[in-house]
């Protein structure tokens, strides 16, 4: 039997058919592999959420035979492995078209005391009074557009490598603002003078710093807005391209069913008309048939005939009268 592996069983689980074969099959294999049973129900469960009504339902009589076959066998660890899950599980099939076949699975699971019956009063009420959770697909703005996102970062970096330079500006200065202790190293009037233009004009790179600082902070504020919402924009792209994907992978199916119909069909007419062909009593049913037409045809004809025949006598019988000449009247 195969080594297991998490993409083993996704692979599986994709490929399971309702057929009794296939479910026994996969069974045993996870039976086999019971020290990943947690792991095997985890995937189980998330192969159900992304599935169709169709193969939820498959999966469901995956985890029946699991379970009854698992505790003739030995492998208990499933009925604790699938408690969990099973309560996420049976939400998506309320409302569905196999409620009540999964419905009739747990009574059965009650009646075989798979497991507790308040248990399964519980999943059964689950079922009632919830729907199928569908996930929660956040939405962004209608005016929302990706090259907006990459605008603002593209002016934000050049922002920042100007916030830089004038960092370094400071960093570089000769006289410390914040600091009095630079007013003693004042000698005399003129010494005062270049220290107060040196102050103001420092001064005033520092207003213009502490306004571009304040700036900054607004301008990441924004940036982490635009990212959470094109986060948010994926997220919605991303749910729509599965499900369209999902829709292409039920509409290839019910194509691939219906080539395989198709085919069967056209295999028995082309076996028909073999038949029909090189069987002689068939042959001789057509000659038949040939011939039936050609005397219904010349019935037709002589029916023809006599009503011609009785037709023209009763012409002919009329006395003719003679014609008489037209000339001048006479006087």
Not at 49 to 65: P, V
Request: include cysteine.
């Amino acid at each position: 039997m195969s080594s297991f592996s998490v993409q083993a069983l996704q692979e599986k689980l994709s490929r399971l058919t309702p057929s009794q074969d296939s479910i026994e099959t996969l069974s045993l294999w996870i039976i086999h592999h019971q020290v990943y049973a947690s792991t095997s129900v985890t995937i189980w469960l998330e192969s159900l959420r992304s599935a169709d009504a169709d193969h939820r339902l498959t999966l469901f009589y995956l985890a029946n035979d699991i379970l009854q076959n698992g505790r003739r066998r030995g492998a208990g660890v499933f009925v604790d492995a699938f408690k969990g899950p099973l309560k996420d599980a049976v939400i998506f099939v309320s409302g569905q078209k196999i409620q009540s076949s999964v419905e009739r699975m747990l009574r059965i699971w009650r009646d075989r005391k798979v497991y507790e019956s308040a248990y399964l009063k519980e999943l059964l009420q689950s079922i009632d009074s919830k729907k199928a959770e569908k996930p929660q697909v956040p939405s962004v703005g209608d005016d929302f557009k990706l090259t907006l996102v990459d605008d603002a970062v593209m002016e934000f970096r050049k922002f920042e490598g100007e916030m830089k330079i004038k960092s370094a500006f400071f960093s570089n200065m000769r006289i410390d603002v914040s600091n009095t202790s630079s007013l003693a190293l004042l000698k005399d009037k003129s010494a005062g003078g270049r220290f107060l233009e040196e102050f103001e004009e420092t001064s005033l790179r520092l207003q213009d710093f502490c306004t571009c600082l304040g700036v900054e902070v607004s301008e990441r504020a924004n940036i982490a807005t635009m990212l959470k919402e094109c986060k948010t924009y994926h997220a919605v792209k991303l749910a729509e391209l599965q499900a369209l994907a999902q829709k292409c992978r039920n509409i290839l199916s019910d194509t691939c069913s219906l080539k395989e119909k198709l085919e069967v069909r056209k295999k028995e007419l082309d076996r028909a008309q073999h038949t029909s062909t090189s069987d002689p009593a068939a042959r001789e049913d057509i000659n038949d048939i040939g011939d039936m037409e050609i005397d219904a045809d010349n019935e037709d004809m002589t029916a023809a005939e006599k009503n011609k025949s009785a037709v023209l006598p009763h012409l002919t019988s009329r006395p003719v009268q003679p014609v008489q000449p037209v000339g001048p009247p006479s006087t």
